[in-house]
């Protein structure tokens, strides 16, 4: 079977038919800058940030200790096995949405036959999945940066951050994720 002439055709198509982002619904509070702080850019962080787009959820900020792409996460880091454990037809980060799962990049570039042929995906091939993912969708991660500690401040977090040895900031929001972070608000 032929290849697409373009390989984000799907996705696209996805994008077209579930129509624009929905403007952010969230009042600004005066002082706080971030409706949601995600920590990590992750699988996990960008299919959050994606979601919280889609419902609606402005001033969403994700930041990743890793300097850069490549070093974030574990599928370019740490883990050294060649294939995922997790079976291929798992949901992931498309939230449901076909034209932008792993299958449908695979296929895109690959072709159907290709996809039938493995029962678990290659680790490279996922971590190439969630660059285009990132890209694709144009999730900004603010790299170089660490979440040091949380403070529960009135109404909102205080959120100590590092971006270089040399520069500590603090930014005011009112939730962060991923939420067991909340032991960390007591430190
Ligand atoms: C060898 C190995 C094999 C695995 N196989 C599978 C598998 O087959 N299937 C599966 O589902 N899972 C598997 N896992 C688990 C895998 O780690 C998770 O599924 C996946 O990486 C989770 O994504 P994540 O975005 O939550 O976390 P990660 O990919 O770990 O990303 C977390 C990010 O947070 C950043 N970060 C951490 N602390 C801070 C901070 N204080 N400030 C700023 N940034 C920070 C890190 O730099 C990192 O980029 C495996 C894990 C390993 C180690």
Do not use: C
């Not at 994008?15 to 005066?30: A, F, H, S, T």
């Not at 920590?39 to 940030?49: D, K, P």
């Amino acid at each position: 079977m032929a290849l697409p002439t373009d390989p984000h055709h799907d996705a696209r198509e996805t994008l077209r038919l579930i129509g624009p982002d929905p403007q952010n619904w969230v009042p600004d509070r005066e002082g706080v800058e971030h409706n949601v702080f995600i920590v990590g850019g992750g699988q996990t962080g960008s299919t959050f940030a994606f979601a919280l787009r889609r419902a609606g959820i402005g001033k969403v900020t994700v930041i990743d200790a890793a300097p850069d792409e490549s070093k974030a996460g574990i599928w370019l880091t740490h883990a050294r096995m060649n294939r995922l454990r997790t079976p291929k037809g798992l949901p992931g980060p498309e939230l449901g949405l076909p034209g932008l799962s792993f299958q449908s990049w695979y296929e895109a570039s690959h072709g159907a036959e290709a996809y039938a042929g493995f029962d678990r995906i290659a680790r490279t091939d996922w971590a190439n999945y969630l660059k285009w993912y990132r890209a694709f969708l144009g999730i900004g991660i603010r790299y170089g940066t660490r979440l040091l500690r949380i403070e529960p401040a009135e109404g909102h977090f205080r959120l100590h951050l590092e971006a270089t040895a040399s520069h500590r900031s603090k930014r005011r929001a009112r939730s962060f994720w991923p939420m067991d972070l909340a032991a960390a608000a007591v430190r």
